[in-house]
């Protein structure tokens, strides 16, 4: 999915998203120490306007330029957030720099070698968090008009067995939505890994 398809998507509608901040985000991290944040394909800008209110210094990095021009409309987080336009699945970030990295929803289809899953692993910090939330495998559904087939993208099942002996599980699981499912949609479920890189 490219830059074009993303800008093209964000312009079909005055706002795309809620403004809210991703339920999962808000349970898992609300427990956290404030420090460094990656937000991975930021979108609009919610969850990483919220970790910036809580304290957090947040890369916010999106493919879509129509997207950032949207998120950083708001004024209350100048100074706590970058946002960065750039396409993570071809570009890592910066190797052990964020206490966080979050990736909400974000397409993380499978590539041979893990290439891009590797770059987000490898820019935990030692004794940082990865979060990886993403719509159960049972709620989506193959789509022959454009291709789409949920059994390309990574799950959580498949990042923790990447992750190896350098990290503590501390969640990997099925649950429920805590937020209502987009219009349109059929996702009552999220599936959720939250990992902690060991010092």
Same mark, same amino acid.
């Given at each position: 999915?490219?830059?074009?398809? #993303? /800008?093209?998507?964000?312009?079909?509608?005055?706002?795309?998203?809620?403004?809210?901040?991703?339920?999962?985000?808000?349970?898992?991290?609300? /427990?956290?120490?404030?420090?460094?944040?990656?937000?991975?394909?930021?979108?609009?800008?919610?969850?990483?306007? #919220?970790?910036? =209110?809580?304290?957090?210094?947040?890369?916010?990095?999106?493919?879509?330029? *129509?997207?950032? =021009?949207?998120?950083?409309?708001?004024?209350?987080?100048?100074? %706590?957030?970058?946002?960065?336009?750039?396409?993570?699945?071809? *570009?890592?970030?910066?190797?052990?720099?964020?206490?966080? *990295?979050?990736?909400?929803?974000?397409?993380?289809? %499978?590539?041979?070698?893990?290439?891009?899953?590797?770059?987000?692993?490898?820019?935990?910090?030692?004794?940082?968090?990865?979060?990886?939330?993403?719509?159960?495998?049972?709620?989506?559904?193959? =789509?022959?008009? /454009?291709?789409?087939?949920?059994?390309?993208?990574?799950?959580?099942?498949?990042?923790?067995?990447?992750?190896?002996?350098? #990290?503590?599980?501390?969640?990997?699981?099925? %649950?429920?939505?805590?937020?209502?499912?987009?219009?349109?949609?059929?996702?009552?479920? /999220?599936?959720?890994?939250?990992? =902690?890189?060991?010092?």
């Amino acid at each position: 999915m490219s830059s074009q398809h #993303w /800008d093209a998507m964000y312009r079909s509608r005055d706002q795309v998203f809620s403004g809210n901040p991703n339920g999962v985000l808000v349970t898992e991290v609300t /427990d956290l120490p404030p420090g460094q944040a990656l937000d991975v394909g930021c979108g609009e800008g919610a969850d990483a306007v #919220w970790l910036a =209110r809580c304290g957090w210094q947040v890369t916010a990095v999106d493919i879509s330029e *129509v997207a950032l =021009r949207r998120a950083s409309t708001a004024t209350d987080v100048q100074g %706590r957030v970058v946002w960065t336009r750039a396409d993570l699945l071809t *570009v890592p970030p910066p190797a052990g720099a964020f206490d966080l *990295v979050s990736v909400q929803y974000f397409p993380l289809k %499978r590539q041979p070698g893990h290439a891009a899953l590797r770059g987000l692993l490898a820019a935990v910090a030692p004794g940082g968090t990865l979060l990886f939330a993403t719509h159960a495998l049972g709620d989506l559904i193959p =789509r022959q008009e /454009d291709g789409f087939d949920p059994a390309d993208y990574y799950q959580p099942d498949d990042i923790a067995q990447l992750l190896g002996p350098a #990290w503590n599980m501390v969640t990997n699981e099925t %649950r429920p939505r805590t937020v209502p499912a987009l219009a349109g949609t059929h996702h009552t479920r /999220d599936s959720v890994l939250r990992a =902690r890189r060991l010092p």
